[in-house]
T-cell receptor
Framework: GNSVTQMEGPVTLSEEAFLTINCTYT??????LFWYVQYPGEGLQLLLK?????DKGSNKGFEATYRKETTSFHLEKGSVQVSDSAVYFC???????????FGKGTHLIIQP | SQTIHQWPATLVQPVGSPLSLECTVE??????LYWYRQAAGRGLQLLFY??????ISSEVPQNLSASRPQDRQFILSSKKLLLSDSGFYLC?????????????FGNGTRLTVT
C-alpha cells in the first residue's frame, strides 16, 4: 500500500540554522507530493507541492524536490526563524477519492 | 476564492452525550469532503470522506458517523461520546478530480470528553 515516512522529532534548532526534514514515500504509480505546516491549535496549511519527478516546490523560503529515484521529498530551509516552530507533515496523493496519505508529522522547535 | 468553515472551535462534552460538528465550504461545487482526527501523537487519521450528497465512506469503524445533507455541508456526529473520542477534529475539502490537488483544511475543533 501507500505510505509516508518522516522523522517525528522533536527537531530542535537554533535560529538561522539550516533545516532538513526527511520524507520518503512508498506508492504505486506517480503520486503528487505535499508538505503541510500546522501551527499550535490550528488546522493544516499547505506549504508547498510537487506533482512530478524533479519538480521543486517552494514557498516562504522552504523548498522540496520530488526525487523519484530515491522516493523522497525532503523539506529544506536555509535559515529558520522562531516563527517556523510548528509541526510539518509530508503527504502524497495517489489520485483516489480517499484523500491524502500523511506521515506522522515532525515537530520543529526553533530556539532564539 | 474557496473557504472552509468549521465549528465549534472547542467543545467539552461529558461521556455519553451526543456530538455534532459541522463543516461548510464556500466558493466551489461538488467538492470531496473529509473528516480527520488528530490524537495526542499528532498523526492524522482519516475517519470519513464523501464524494457527493448522501455518499459517505467510512475508513475506521468507531463510535462516530458522518452525513452530507447538502453539497457543501459535512457533519460529524455521535449518539454517545466515549472518552477515547477526545481529540482534534479537522474537516477538509478537495476538488472532484483530485490527482494533483492538495486538500484544504479548516481550523479544527478541539473536543474534550470528560
Amino acid at each position: 500500500g501507500n505510505s509516508v515516512t518522516q522523522m517525528e522529532g522533536p527537531v530542535t534548532l537554533s535560529e538561522e540554522a539550516f533545516l532538513t526534514i526527511n520524507c520518503t514515500y512508498t506508492a504505486t504509480g506517480y503520486p503528487s507530493l505535499f508538505w503541510y505546516v500546522q501551527y499550535p491549535g490550528e488546522g493544516l496549511q499547505l506549504l508547498l507541492k510537487a506533482t512530478k519527478a524533479d519538480d521543486k516546490g517552494s514557498n516562504k523560503g522552504f523548498e522540496a524536490t520530488y526525487r523519484k529515484e530515491t522516493t523522497s521529498f525532503h523539506l529544506e530551509k536555509g535559515s529558520v526563524q522562531v516563527s517556523d516552530s510548528a509541526v510539518y507533515f509530508c503527504a502524497l496523493n495517489r489520485g483516489g477519492a480517499d484523500g491524502l496519505t500523511f506521515g506522522k508529522g515532525t515537530h520543529l522547535i526553533i530556539q532564539p | 476564492s474557496q473557504t472552509i468553515h468549521q465549528w465549534p472551535a472547542t467543545l467539552v462534552q461529558p461521556v455519553g452525550s451526543p456530538l455534532s460538528l459541522e463543516c461548510t465550504v464556500e466558493g466551489t461545487s461538488n467538492p470531496n469532503l473529509y473528516w480527520y482526527r488528530q490524537a495526542a501523537g499528532r498523526g492524522l487519521q482519516l475517519l470519513f470522506y464523501s464524494v457527493g450528497i448522501g455518499q459517505i465512506s467510512s475508513e475506521v469503524p468507531q463510535n462516530l458517523s458522518a452525513s452530507r445533507p447538502q453539497d457543501r455541508q459535512f457533519i460529524l456526529s455521535s449518539k454517545k461520546l466515549l472518552l477515547s473520542d477526545s481529540g482534534f477534529y479537522l474537516c477538509a475539502w478537495g476538488p472532484p478530480s483530485s490527482y494533483n490537488s492538495p486538500l484544504h483544511f479548516g481550523n479544527g475543533t478541539r473536543l474534550t470528553v470528560t
